[in-house]
């Protein structure tokens, strides 16, 4: 299905069930997320969270007191703390195929499977493929399989025309031009519409543990969402952005690498225009973008270097997947009012780092 015009797709794919994956890699990791089973009047709020030491190693072994909670500044307590590392898990991962991409694929494409392979678990777990260039598409739908999503990822390196092949049936088509009156063979990174769609099509319906992953350079290029709409969108679904920043140039191996633990906050004054940068502008430094997508979303952020390779940053990122805080608590708010709210958790031992996430979205915004 193909739209043109002011006419903007809304629908990507079919209806799937989607979980939280968990614990992202930067100071800002933990997830807020509303629990509908309670009374409507009643503001449930669930955290996903992860403690460092100065060494960034992973501490596990806090209690309940030894954390301050507060939403919009004002304290809440903390009803309910459990240590997780069981809870099934929903993944998204977004692999940037654009021609400044296509010759780190293959590395991106081996160690995404293996990720997916050593992580998934048939019997609770579920995750989608998409790809972004010009366009967004679906490559495999929420799976358990891993033979499917092997196949999708193999198709990964493929020309768009062969792509367009696999396009599984009763999707809609699942590819979306970009809106700039180009040709669809021209080059382009819908990198923000695939971060909104993601979140909004998918994610935004479903409870749970939820994250998209992506592969990219993060510089944006004929979205027709802007940075902006689409943080909002990983936000109000209460969806982790882990970016994995991966490049094809000079900058590979260069520059330091490890988790950035950006400080919390909501929105950093991107701007709400459209996505993508006009020929004359300054070519947008991608990585301090990938940076505020995974702050603002409470997920992390990783660069891939020849010290830290892209099965390493896998890894690390298992690892938090596998050692997380859940922390529930019932906002003093309740359902009322509306807009952004804050939440800051941090703990009374010193010498830690509390990876949280900025904030969340009541019910029904």
């Known amino acids: 299905m193909k739209y043109s015009g002011n006419l903007y797709p809304r629908i990507l794919w079919g209806t799937a069930a989607v979980l939280f994956l968990g614990i992202p ?9 509303q629990d509908t089973t309670f009374s409507s009047d009643v503001n449930v709020v669930n955290i996903f969270a992860i ?5 960034l190693k992973i501490v596990t072994t806090l209690a309940k007191d030894d954390f301050i909670l507060n939403e919009d500044g004002r304290p809440q307590t903390i009803r309910y703390f459990s240590q997780e590392s069981d809870l099934p898990l929903t993944l998204g991962l977004l692999i940037d195929t654009s021609l400044s991409q296509r010759n780190v694929l293959d590395r991106e494409k081996d160690a995404s499977y293996s990720f997916l392979d050593q992580i998934l678990r048939p019997d609770k777990d579920k995750t989608f ?30 020309p768009a025309d062969a792509r367009s092949k696999m396009r599984q049936p009763g999707q809609g ?9 180009r040709n669809a063979r021209q080059a382009g990174t819908t990198l923000y519409d695939a971060i909104f769609l993601a979140a909004d099509e998918l994610m935004k319906k479903q409870k749970g543990r939820k994250a998209l992953i992506l592969l990219t350079d993060g510089v944006d290029e004929g979205s027709k969402e802007s940075l902006f ?7 109000r679904s209460d969806t982790l952005v882990y970016s994995i920043y991966f490049t094809d140039s000079e900058g590979y191996g260069q520059q330091r690498s490890g988790i950035s633990l950006g400080g919390m906050g909501r929105m950093g004054g991107m701007g709400r225009g459209r996505g993508g940068h006009g020929g004359g502008q ?6 301090k973008i990938l940076e505020q997508i995974s702050r603002e979303t409470g997920g992390g952020f ?14 690390k990122i298992q690892e938090e997947m596998r050692n997380q ?15 952004f709210r804050h939440i800051t958790l941090t703990a009374k031992k010193s010498g830690v780092i509390v990876q949280a996430p900025a904030g969340y979205y009541p019910a029904g915004q």
């Open 25 to 33: 890699c930067g100071i800002t990791l933990l997830r807020a997320q």
């Open 51 to 55: 403690v460092r030491d100065k060494q």
């Open 129 to 158: 493929v998409i790809h972004f260039d010009h366009e967004t598409e679906l490559l495999q739908d929420l799976t358990s399989s891993h033979r499917d999503l092997q196949k999708a990822l193999e198709a990964v390196k493929l």
């Open 173 to 181: 088509g699942g590819r979306y031009p970009n809106g700039n009156g």
């Open 229 to 235: 709409e689409a943080i909002r969108a990983a936000q």
């Open 282 to 287: 300054e070519r947008p430094d991608g990585k």
């Open 302 to 315: 990783f660069q891939v270097t020849r010290k830290d390779t892209i099965d390493d940053i896998y890894r």
């Open 325 to 339: 805080y859940s922390i529930g608590y019932v906002s003093d708010q309740g359902q009322t009012g509306s807009g």
